[in-house]
């Protein structure tokens, strides 16, 4: 390998069934590259150091500016956005090469891009949305304080990229598989039944905690806590605060915790004397 080259190790699977195996391309080294314009060139001549032509690495991405958060995937050890993560950059923390691996805690379609179905169910379960009763012209919203707006504008910077989930040590991977003969209808709503079990993680949670705080949104506020606190809700955090040290766009996860829970525990003292 010359000066003028470098190596790219990737982690390959050719689908969720079949186990994982590694490949190794050798690309020139051009300055500003980011890990997204790699794995494109490799896309356009896919052969390895060995020199066996293979089939393309498999990847998502979308907006190409750490918005979509569709390319997350492990950099180095570190997840993170292929589109943000510069080669030069990672070719000065380890000059051996680089090395991507899909994301660790969501079942892998193929080589890079894995299914993050059960972090969109999460945000379906708990209802993070702000519901409209009619499409016509309202008018303006209610106005939120400065305060406010500083406090919940960081929150709606999320991408859903699940860089939170993935270094989060209560969150683990469910495969839930299609039965034989079984429909797409029953097979959707035992799948998303069996997920609502499981941890719904700092995203979705961080989610439902902006939408509480919405002027409007709030009005959804009692049924998203109670789904917050159903199984598989933030009781099962346990607060070790990865999910923050992780998350590209700094959110206050940690913050939201509290908030959630503070949230929680309002709801149920009250309820408990209310009858
Ligand atoms: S604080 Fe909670 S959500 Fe964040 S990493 Fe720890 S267990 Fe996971
Ligand atoms: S909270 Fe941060 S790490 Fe988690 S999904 Fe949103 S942007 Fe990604
Ligand atoms: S392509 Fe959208 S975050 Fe990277």
Same mark, same amino acid.
């Given at each position: 390998?010359?000066?003028?080259?470098?190596?790219?190790?990737?982690?390959?699977?050719?689908? &969720? /069934?079949?186990? &994982?195996?590694?490949?190794?391309?050798? +690309?020139?080294?051009?300055?500003?590259?980011?890990?997204?314009?790699? +794995?494109?060139? $490799?896309?356009?001549?896919?052969?390895?150091?060995?020199?066996?032509?293979?089939?393309?690495?498999?990847?998502?991405?979308?907006?190409?500016?750490?918005? *979509?958060?569709? *390319?997350?995937?492990?950099?180095?050890?570190?997840?993170?956005?292929?589109?943000?993560? +510069?080669?030069?950059?990672?070719?000065?923390?380890?000059? /051996?090469?680089?090395?991507?691996?899909?994301?660790?805690?969501?079942? @892998?379609?193929?080589?890079?891009? @894995?299914?993050?179905?059960?972090? #969109?169910?999460?945000?379906?379960?708990?209802?993070?949305?702000? &519901?409209?009763?009619?499409?016509?012209?309202?008018?303006?919203?209610?106005?939120?304080?400065?305060?406010?707006?500083?406090?919940?504008?960081?929150?709606?910077? *999320?991408?859903?990229?699940?860089?939170?989930?993935?270094?989060?040590?209560?969150?683990?991977?469910?495969?839930?598989?299609?039965?034989?003969?079984?429909?797409?209808?029953? #097979?959707?709503?035992?799948?998303?039944?069996?997920?609502?079990?499981? #941890?719904?993680?700092?995203?979705?949670?961080?989610?439902?905690?902006?939408?509480?705080?919405?002027? $409007?949104?709030?009005? +959804?506020?009692?049924?998203?806590?109670?789904?917050?606190?159903?199984?598989?809700? $933030?009781?099962?955090?346990?607060?070790?605060?990865?999910?923050?040290?992780? *998350?590209?766009?700094?959110?206050?996860?940690?913050?939201?915790?509290?908030?959630?829970?503070?949230?929680?525990? $309002?709801?149920?003292?009250?309820? #408990?004397?209310?009858?």
């Amino acid at each position: 390998m010359s000066q003028e080259q470098f190596a790219v190790r990737v982690q390959r699977q050719n689908d &969720p /069934s079949q186990a &994982p195996y590694w490949h190794t391309f050798l +690309l020139d080294y051009e300055p500003g590259l980011n890990v997204t314009s790699l +794995l494109q060139r $490799i896309a356009a001549n896919p052969t390895t150091i060995d020199g066996a032509h293979v089939a393309p690495v498999a990847y998502e991405s979308g907006c190409l500016e750490e918005v *979509c958060g569709s *390319c997350t995937m492990r950099i180095n050890g570190r997840v993170r956005q292929a589109c943000s993560a +510069l080669v030069d950059h990672l070719l000065k923390e380890d000059p /051996s090469g680089i090395e991507l691996r899909p994301m660790s805690q969501f079942p @892998v379609v193929r080589d890079l891009f @894995v299914d993050r179905y059960r972090l #969109f169910r999460a945000l379906e379960k708990l209802q993070c949305w702000v &519901p409209v009763d009619s499409y016509d012209d309202m008018g303006s919203g209610p106005k939120q304080s400065a305060k406010q707006q500083e406090q919940n504008y960081p929150l709606s910077q *999320c991408m859903s990229c699940g860089c939170c989930l993935d270094a989060c040590p209560q969150y683990k991977e469910v495969t839930i598989e299609r039965h034989k003969d079984e429909s797409e209808e029953a #097979f959707e709503e035992r799948r998303d039944a069996e997920l609502d079990r499981h #941890f719904i993680g700092a995203a979705a949670m961080s989610q439902a905690v902006l939408m509480n705080s919405n002027p $409007i949104g709030k009005v +959804l506020a009692t049924s998203r806590i109670e789904a917050m606190t159903a199984p598989g809700g $933030i009781q099962n955090c346990g607060k070790a605060g990865n999910c923050q040290a992780v *998350c590209p766009k700094e959110i206050p996860l940690m913050t939201s915790w509290g908030r959630a829970n503070r949230s929680a525990t $309002i709801h149920y003292v009250k309820k #408990f004397f209310d009858g």
